[in-house]
């Protein structure tokens, strides 16, 4: 009976240890200077804090964010994307939350990872921080869940929850 008890404890220690091996993420290979920052991201287990300064490798996802060439609604579908990315790179976390300005704060670097999905000098980004639409009103962003965001612009008249107001909804 004791010989039993012991093979199951062993057993089931060999199974957990294979558990945790198999479930923590694969460390990340060193990389070069030309790597974007979603193949820089850490183990979100680490315990080292991130660095104070600033990523200096900057997404390019926003390049077309407010560009003549689009509309509002391919501005909001891209902002959707970079929120999107933000949530898939840092797995556990879900989408960034908080104000206008807080949200941005995250996108562009102010997050565990350092890792910036928008660059923090973006012209779509007031000098509050916070993120604008084509007519330079700050986006409201209202998280529905962890995982759905719906994002707002004021539309051309610059006043929230009028008749001209754009929405995207997850």
């Keep these: 009976m004791k010989r039993a008890l012991l093979a199951l404890s062993a057993i089931a220690l060999v199974a ?25 991201i850490e183990n979100p287990k680490s ?31 891209l902002v959707s994307g970079i929120i999107e990315t933000f949530r898939t790179n840092f797995l ?31 012209p779509a980004i007031n000098r509050a921080g916070e993120l604008c639409d084509r007519w330079g009103t700050p986006f409201f962003f209202h998280a529905e869940s962890a995982t759905k965001m719906e994002i707002r612009s004021a539309g051309p008249d610059k006043k929230m929850w009028t008749d001209d107001d754009v929405v995207l909804s997850p």
Excluded at 97 to 118: D, P, Q, R, Y
């Design 47 to 77: 315990k080292i804090p991130p660095s104070a300064t600033a990523p200096t490798e900057l997404s390019d996802l926003a390049q077309d964010l407010n560009s003549p060439a689009t509309d509002i609604r391919a501005d909001l579908r």
């Design 16 to 40: 957990f240890l294979a558990w945790q091996f198999l479930r923590s993420p694969d460390p990340q290979p060193a990389s070069d200077a030309t790597a974007t920052p979603q193949s820089k």
């Design 92 to 122: 556990q976390s879900g989408n960034p939350v908080g104000t206008n300005a807080e949200i941005t704060a995250a996108l562009t670097g102010k997050n565990k990872f350092a890792s910036a999905f928008l660059p923090p000098k973006h």
